[in-house]
């Protein structure tokens, strides 16, 4: 069971936008604004997509957006393209001892 | 270009230990944390911990505590993750990461290609 809550699957036609959620507690999510996204396409790496709740790293498009409320966060993608199905993980700062960090489980993104 | 390349994938039997190394290119090694998450096959990440290749400094997730170290070798810029008492559970893909030397952890970029570390009698 992973510490934080995403739904297991999405999915959104081209063009369209779709919003993944990420559910923690106010050990977590809720207590900094130190959420990250991370897109991983099948045999892969992670890379690095939204951090601090918001930001974007340079050459991240600005379809991905993300933003937070209360021990929620959210990765919205606008304009969905075939490239953009993968799997998305969020991610949590947890404080200065063990666990530190926390990721979601996953969730599917299905570009129909 | 910042850059982590990881060791070859190993393969290991129950009750034994395995060291993988993470190289670091195109960044000063120290001003950065270095972490560890793996992800068993089908499953998502998990967060294993982070050293700090200026001090040495580490901290473990609880359910590695006793199990898992993490190193450093500043003169070549490589970090190291030994595992030990290696049961089946534990085969998975072993990435590092850079990440924050300060707190709080807020991002893990780039990340190695991945190690697979397979368990298996």
């Known amino acids: 069971q992973s510490a934080l809550t995403q739904p297991r699957s999405v999915s959104g036609s081209p063009r369209q936008s779709v919003t993944i959620s990420c559910t923690g507690t106010?050990?977590?999510?809720?207590?900094?604004?130190?959420v990250s996204w991370y897109q991983q396409h099948p045999g892969r790496a992670p890379k690095l997509m939204i951090y601090d709740v918001s930001k974007r790293p340079s050459g991240v498009p600005d379809r991905f957006s993300g933003s937070k409320s209360g021990n929620t966060a959210s990765l919205t993608i606008s304009g969905l393209q075939g490239e953009d199905e993968a799997d998305y993980y969020c991610?949590?700062?947890?404080?200065?001892?063990?666990?530190?960090?926390?990721f979601g489980g996953g969730t599917k993104l299905t570009v129909l | 270009q910042v850059q982590l390349v990881q060791s070859g994938a190993e393969v290991k039997k129950p009750g034994a230990s395995v060291k993988v190394s993470c190289k670091t290119f195109g960044y000063t090694f120290t001003n950065y944390d270095i972490n560890w998450v793996r992800q068993a096959t089908g499953q998502g990440l998990e967060w294993m911990g982070w050293?700090?290749?200026?001090?040495?400094?580490?901290g473990y997730a609880q359910k590695f505590q006793g199990r898992v170290t993490m190193t450093r070798n500043t003169s070549i810029s490589t970090a190291y993750m030994e595992l030990s008492s290696l049961r089946s559970e534990d085969t998975a893909v072993y990435y590092c990461?850079?990440?924050?030397?300060?707190?709080?952890?807020?991002?893990?970029?780039?990340w190695g290609q991945g190690t697979l570390v397979t368990v298996s009698s």
């Open positions: 991610c949590s700062y947890a404080g200065s001892y063990t666990p530190y960090v926390v």
């Open positions: 050293m700090n290749p200026n001090s040495g400094n580490t």
């Open positions: 990461a850079r990440g924050r030397a300060a707190r709080p952890i807020n991002w893990f970029d780039p």
């Open positions: 106010s050990s977590d999510v809720g207590a900094y604004n130190s």
